[in-house]
């Protein structure tokens, strides 16, 4: 079972940055995909961007130009950093690991709040 350690949420105006962390506590070279979700209140958990085990990047449009993923293989650790930050990104973030022969393992959540 891979367990995840999410942080870096946080209460920030809007045009800030933040940037959020989700360590996994097994070897990167074994997982698939790392991923970061999103849900706000009374709304379906959303993909805001993922990186698969070759490197491939994909985001959710609302999120373009704004948010980058990456990893620290060594650390086995995921990043979502978040610049311009609006009120609509307001949400828990999930971090979302498919590792191989695994079943898949979700974060604790972290909340982001965007707000003068």
């Known amino acids: 079972q891979v367990q995840l350690v999410e942080s870096g949420g946080d209460l920030v105006q809007p045009g800030g940055s933040l940037r959020l962390s989700c360590a996994a506590s097994?070897?990167?070279?074994?997982?698939?995909?790392m991923a970061w979700y999103r849900q706000a209140p009374g709304k379906q958990r959303d993909l805001v961007a993922r990186i698969n085990h070759g490197g491939s990047i994909d985001y959710a449009d609302s999120v373009k130009g704004r948010f980058t993923i990456s990893r620290d293989n060594a650390k086995n650790t995921v990043y979502l950093q978040m610049n311009s930050l609006k009120p609509e990104d307001t949400a828990v973030y999930y971090c979302y690991v498919l590792a191989f022969g695994a079943s898949p393992a979700w974060g604790q959540g972290t909340q982001v709040t965007v707000s003068s």
């Open positions: 097994v070897d990167i070279a074994s997982i698939f995909m």
